[in-house]
T-cell receptor, first 113, second 114 residues
């Protein structure tokens, strides 16, 4: 199975940089996803890492270390609209045998002025 | 990216009634769709996997007779909550798999059972 751990809540100031960590345990690694979810909305894709290292995409970057079972999402130049939950997810097989995404509980980020 | 739609976006119903939620992949064919449920301040929990042309695969604890899933075509899956009760009130989200590593989420359906 899969197990994902990430902080429940974080607060950061507009314009600052914030790092959201995720640790995972999975049998058979097939990459790691980060999704953004605004309250009351479905998740939207941010990044997918399958190799070690940092991948940068605009203000958002995602890092992966497979040996440590660790990833982080880095958000730069924070904007108020970045206030959302950030979900770490890994693909794998569910209890019923479906190949699907298992999500962490999400980190609720609050950006303050 | 690809688009997945869900209908309705929100529904309020009386206890004991049934509610049907549709999930459509608009610009790709999806042999596999997933139905998730999310309670407040919780993460998405997979309810079942919908397979086109075959029976859905339900996760442990999800009653297949209560949550009926039909995947009649490569672009449509439906979830019917039968005899809904207040504890079924939740945010239901579908996703459609385009490839092994790519799945797109619908906008979600908020269900409130009175």
């Amino acid at each position: 199975g899969q197990n994902i751990d990430q902080p429940t809540e974080m607060t950061a100031t507009e314009g600052a940089i914030v790092q959201i960590n995720c640790t995972y345990q999975t049998s058979g690694f097939n990459g790691l996803f980060w999704y953004q979810q605004h309250a009351g909305e479905a998740p939207t894709f941010l990044s997918y890492n399958v190799l070690d290292g940092l991948e940068e995409k605009g203000r958002f970057s995602s890092f992966l270390s497979r040996s440590k079972g660790y990833s982080y999402l880095l958000l730069k130049e924070l904007q108020m609209k970045d206030s959302a939950s950030y979900l770490c997810a890994v693909p794998g097989y569910s209890g019923a045998g479906s190949y699907q995404l298992t999500f962490g509980k999400g980190t609720k980020l609050s950006v303050i002025p | 990216g690809a688009v997945v739609s869900q209908h309705p976006s929100w529904v309020i119903c009386k206890s004991g009634t049934s509610v049907k939620i549709e999930c459509r992949s608009l610009d790709f064919q999806a042999t596999t769709m997933f139905w998730y449920r999310q309670f407040p301040k919780q993460s998405l929990m997979l309810m079942a996997t919908s397979n086109e042309g075959s029976k859905a695969t339900y996760e442990q604890g999800v009653e297949k007779d209560k949550f009926l899933i039909n995947h009649a075509s490569l672009t449509l899956s439906t979830l019917t909550v039968t005899s809904a009760h207040p504890e079924d009130s939740s945010f239901y989200i579908c996703s459609a798999r385009e490839s092994k590593e790519t799945q797109y989420f619908g906008p979600g359906t908020r269900l409130l059972v009175l």
